[in-house]
C-alpha cells in the first residue's frame, strides 16, 4: 500500500456538491459510542485471553462513565442554555442528539450486561473463577461474610433514615449507594419510610474468600451483596421491605473563568470538590427495583426516564477489573513482555554521545520509555547540563520524571517546568505535583490564559566544546510510564540544532511574553498547524490534478474537525487516495461516490490503546512523514499549544510509515472498517496473518503473542 496508481478526477462530474451538507458528516458522540461498542466486542472475542477480556468489559463501562461525565452532560448544558443551532456540522440539534445518545447508550449498556451475564461469568466459571451470587453462598461462605460485613464493612457505613430532619443526602458521583424501604416504629417513635446507605470508596468492591473458606481458589463477592445480605443490621429492629442498589453520575466538567481568576491554582482547587456533586445526568439502578423506588429516585436527581439505565449486575461493571489484578492466572492473560531498548540509548551508555550522533525513534510499548528518564536522571548529576525545561501533561502521582526534575533543580541547574493543571481528571494530581516542585525550586508555571498546554516536549541544555548543544525528546503521548506500557506511542529524540532551536522558541513563549518567532521544523498549534495541514493536504490535491501519484496516510485518535474534513473531501474529488486510521470519534463519512469513494477509514482496537498521531504525504514520490501530539480537533488546532514534528532521518521515516501506518492498513486481525452509513465492519481476511500489534510485539519487543 505505499503507491497508488493516479485516477481521472471526478471534480468535473459534478461541480455544485456541497462538501459542508450535515449529511456528510457523522455526530462525534454518535461515533465515540460506536468506538465503546468496538471496545465491547474484544469482551466478546474468544481469541482474547479471557481475564483480557474481563478487563475490556471494565474498559468499556469506565469509558461510558467518563461519557457521560463530559459529553452527555454538555448536551444538556445545551439544552439548558436554549441553543438554537446544531452545535457540529453533522446538522443534529441538542435535543434530537441526546434522544439518539440515550438510545444508543441504552443498546450498549444492554449488550455490556449480556455479555457479562451470558459470556463472562460463566466461562470464569468453566476456568475456577467464580463470583459468587447470594443465593449460591453455603452456610461457611455465609458466616464468613457475617463475620467479614461485621468487622470490615458496618464499622464504616452511616445509614440515613429520609425524614423531616435528614432530607435526602448529597450522593457522590459514581459511589455506590443503597435504597431501602423500611417498616416499623424505630426506639424516637419515628415510622420507617426510605433509608440510603452511601458506600465509602475506602471498601473494595470485589473481595476476595479465603481458600480455607470457599474450598477452592479464586472465589469471590461483591461487596454490593455483602451489603445487600445483612443491610437489615444497619436500621435496628426495623423490617427491611426492599433493598436496591443504586449509582448516579454527575458533570465532571470543571469550568473557571480565567480571564477573571489571578491565580490558577487556587482557583482550580476550589472547583474540584464541585466535581463530586455536579448536576446528575445518569441514574443506574439494579433491574429488580420497583417503579416507585425508581421515580422517587428520578425525582431526587431531577432526571427523567431517558436518564435511567436498570442493570441486570452490579451498578459499576468498571469495579470488576479488580478480578483481573487478583487472580494469578497466566493463561489467560497476554502474554508479559519486556520493552525492548534500543542499542546506545541502555543504561550504561552514554546517551548523550549518541543522540549527539544520530536521532533515535522509540515506539512505545514495545520499546521502553526508560531512556527518557535515565536521559533525565543523567542530566540531572551531569555538571555539564545548564538547563532543563519540560512540559508535563499527565505525568503520574509517583512520577520518576517529577523526582529526576527536583534532583536537577536541587543540584543547582536551571529547571523550567510547563504544568497543565487542567488535564482533565488528573487536576489535584497535577496541583501536588507542581506544588512539589515548587518547593524543590523549580520554576513552575502553569501555561497560557486560554489554552491547554497539550505538547510533550523536554529539552536539555548542556555545554560542549565552548558553546551549547540541546537536547531534545518530542512525543505524541504524555510522560507518563504507566501509558507507555498500555498506549502505542512515539517519542523522538534528537540534538538536532534546528528542532532544538525551534523547542527553545516554544519554551520562550510558554514562560514569558512575547510575539512568536518562525520555527524552522516544528509546526504549532495554536497558530500554524491548521494551516500547515490543509496545504499539505491541498499539495496532494494539485498533484493528483496533474496526475501523479498522490496520497495521505494519517493515523489519529479522533477526526472531528469540519474544514479538515471537507479538504479530505475536496482532495478525494481530485483523485487523491487517502487512508486513514482513526481509533475514536471519526466524524468524516467514508465511500460517498463523487465526494468520498477514494477515503477509508479504520479504527484499530487491541492489547494497547492505539494512541499515535502520525502524519505522511506522497509528496511527489519523497514521502514526507510527521508525528505530532494533536489530533484533528477543533480544541487541538485552535485551543491547544500543541506540535508536530517530522521525521527528518529518511530510515526513521521510513520505519513509522511502516510501523506506524502500513502494518495497521494491511490488519485483518484487530481493524474494523468505517461503513458510509456509520456502522463498523470487522476487517477479516481469508489467510490473515498476525496483527499489527503482534507483529511490533515479535520484531521490537521479541514475544511471540499467542492471541489474536
Same mark, same amino acid.
Given at each position: 500500500?505505499?503507491?497508488?496508481?493516479?485516477?481521472?478526477?471526478?471534480?468535473?462530474?459534478?461541480?455544485?456538491?456541497?462538501?459542508?451538507?450535515?449529511?456528510?458528516?457523522?455526530?462525534?458522540? #454518535?461515533?465515540?459510542?460506536?468506538?465503546?461498542?468496538?471496545? #465491547?466486542?474484544?469482551?466478546?472475542?474468544?481469541?482474547?485471553?479471557? #481475564?483480557?477480556?474481563?478487563?475490556?468489559? /471494565?474498559?468499556? /463501562?469506565?469509558?461510558?462513565?467518563?461519557?457521560?461525565?463530559?459529553?452527555? /452532560?454538555?448536551?444538556?448544558?445545551?439544552?439548558?442554555l436554549g441553543a438554537t443551532r446544531p452545535p457540529g456540522p453533522d446538522g443534529r440539534y441538542p435535543r434530537e442528539l441526546l434522544k439518539a445518545l440515550s438510545d444508543a447508550c441504552q443498546e450498549l449498556v444492554g449488550e455490556q450486561y449480556r455479555v457479562l451475564n451470558n459470556v463472562i461469568l460463566t466461562e470464569l466459571a468453566e476456568h475456577g473463577i467464580e463470583l459468587m451470587a447470594r443465593a449460591e453462598w453455603g452456610a461457611d461462605l455465609s458466616e464468613w461474610v457475617r463475620c467479614y460485613f461485621a468487622a470490615q464493612v458496618q464499622p464504616v457505613l452511616t445509614p440515613i433514615g429520609i425524614d423531616p430532619s435528614h432530607p435526602f443526602p448529597q450522593i457522590l458521583n459514581k459511589s455506590l449507594n443503597f435504597i431501602v424501604e423500611l417498616d416499623g416504629t424505630d426506639a424516637f417513635g419515628r415510622h420507617g419510610g426510605i433509608g440510603i446507605v452511601n458506600v465509602p470508596r475506602s471498601l473494595p468492591r470485589v473481595i476476595e474468600v479465603p481458600e480455607e473458606v470457599a474450598g477452592r481458589p479464586n472465589v469471590f463477592v461483591l461487596l454490593s451483596s455483602v451489603i445487600h445480605a445483612h443491610v437489615d443490621e444497619l436500621f435496628h429492629g426495623m423490617r427491611v421491605g426492599s433493598c436496591h442498589q443504586f449509582r448516579v453520575t454527575r458533570n465532571s466538567d470543571l469550568w473557571v473563568d480565567e480571564e477573571e481568576v489571578d491565580d490558577l491554582l487556587r482557583a482550580l482547587k476550589g472547583e474540584l470538590p464541585r466535581r463530586k456533586y455536579g448536576d446528575a445526568v445518569r441514574l443506574e439502578v439494579a433491574a429488580t427495583c420497583p417503579q416507585r423506588i425508581v421515580d422517587f429516585l428520578l425525582s431526587e436527581f431531577r432526571l427523567d426516564e431517558r436518564d435511567l439505565y436498570a442493570v441486570d449486575g452490579p451498578v459499576n461493571l468498571g469495579r470488576l477489573g479488580q478480578v483481573y489484578s487478583a487472580v494469578d492466572r497466566p493463561d489467560l492473560k497476554y502474554r508479559p513482555f519486556v520493552p525492548a531498548t534500543p542499542q546506545g540509548l541502555e543504561v550504561e551508555s552514554d546517551v548523550f554521545k549518541t543522540l549527539s550522533s544520530r536521532s533515535v525513534v522509540l515506539h512505545h510499548p514495545y520499546e521502553s520509555f526508560a531512556p527518557v528518564i535515565e536521559l533525565l536522571r543523567r542530566a540531572a548529576r551531569d555538571p555539564q547540563v545548564l538547563a532543563i525545561k519540560q512540559v508535563l501533561y499527565r505525568t503520574g502521582s509517583e512520577s520518576a520524571i517529577v523526582e529526576a526534575l527536583i534532583d536537577a533543580a536541587l543540584a543547582g541547574k536551571e529547571v523550567s517546568v510547563v504544568v497543565e493543571l487542567r488535564a482533565r481528571f488528573d487536576e489535584q494530581e497535577n496541583i501536588d505535583l507542581a506544588t512539589r516542585m515548587q518547593e524543590a525550586g523549580v520554576n513552575v508555571v502553569y501555561g497560557i490564559v486560554g489554552y491547554k498546554t497539550h505538547a510533550k516536549l523536554l529539552l536539555i541544555v548542556r555545554r560542549e566544546d565552548g558553546g551549547v548543544r540541546r537536547y531534545c525528546h518530542l512525543g505524541t503521548g504524555n510522560y507518563h510510564p504507566g501509558t507507555a506500557r498500555a498506549y502505542t506511542d512515539l517519542g523522538l529524540l534528537t540534538s538536532d540544532p534546528e528542532i532544538g532551536n525551534d523547542v527553545h522558541q516554544i519554551f520562550t513563549q510558554l514562560t514569558g511574553l512575547g510575539k512568536v518567532q518562525p520555527s524552522t521544523r516544528i509546526v504549532q498549534a495554536p497558530f500554524h498547524l491548521h494551516e500547515f495541514m490543509v496545504e499539505r493536504i491541498r499539495a496532494e490535491a494539485e498533484r493528483a490534478r496533474k496526475g501523479e501519484t498522490a496520497w495521505i496516510k494519517a493515523k489519529m485518535n479522533a477526526l472531528t474537525?469540519?474544514?479538515?474534513?471537507?479538504?479530505?473531501?475536496?482532495?478525494?474529488?481530485?483523485?487523491?487516495?487517502?487512508?486513514?486510521?482513526?481509533?475514536?470519534?471519526?466524524?468524516?463519512?467514508?465511500?460517498?461516490?463523487?465526494?468520498?469513494?477514494?477515503?477509508?477509514?479504520?479504527?484499530?482496537?487491541?492489547?494497547?490503546?492505539?494512541?499515535?498521531?502520525?502524519f505522511a504525504f506522497g509528496n511527489g514520490g519523497e514521502p514526507a512523514v510527521f508525528a505530532a501530539s494533536a489530533d484533528f480537533m477543533s480544541r487541538n488546532f485552535f485551543r491547544r499549544v500543541e506540535t508536530c514534528f517530522p521525521l527528518l532521518d529518511r530510515e526513521l521515516a521510513a520505519r513509522v510509515l511502516r510501523e506506524c501506518l502500513d502494518l495497521f492498513l494491511e490488519d485483518d486481525q484487530q481493524s474494523w472498517l468505517l461503513q458510509p452509513d456509520g456502522s463498523y465492519v470487522r476487517s477479516r481476511a481469508e489467510n490473515a496473518g498476525p496483527s499489527a500489534q503482534a507483529v511490533l510485539l515479535e520484531e521490537l519487543a521479541g514475544v511471540v503473542e499467542r492471541a489474536i
Open positions: 500500500m505505499d503507491t497508488f496508481a493516479p485516477m481521472d478526477s471526478p471534480e468535473r462530474t459534478d461541480p455544485n456538491v456541497d462538501l459542508d451538507a450535515p449529511e456528510f458528516y457523522f455526530n462525534r458522540d #454518535l461515533s465515540l459510542v460506536e468506538f465503546n461498542r468496538r471496545v #465491547l466486542e474484544q469482551a466478546k472475542d474468544p481469541r482474547v485471553p479471557l #481475564l483480557e477480556r474481563l478487563r475490556f468489559l /471494565s474498559i468499556s /463501562s469506565t469509558n461510558l462513565d467518563e461519557f457521560f461525565e463530559i459529553r452527555v /452532560s454538555g448536551v444538556k448544558q445545551q439544552i439548558e474537525e469540519a474544514s479538515i474534513i471537507h479538504e479530505l473531501y475536496a482532495a478525494s474529488r481530485a483523485g487523491v487516495e487517502i487512508d486513514l486510521i482513526v481509533r475514536g470519534a471519526c466524524c468524516l463519512r467514508p465511500g460517498v461516490e463523487g465526494v468520498s469513494d477514494r477515503i477509508r477509514v479504520r479504527s484499530v482496537v487491541g492489547r494497547f490503546l492505539e494512541h499515535h498521531r502520525v
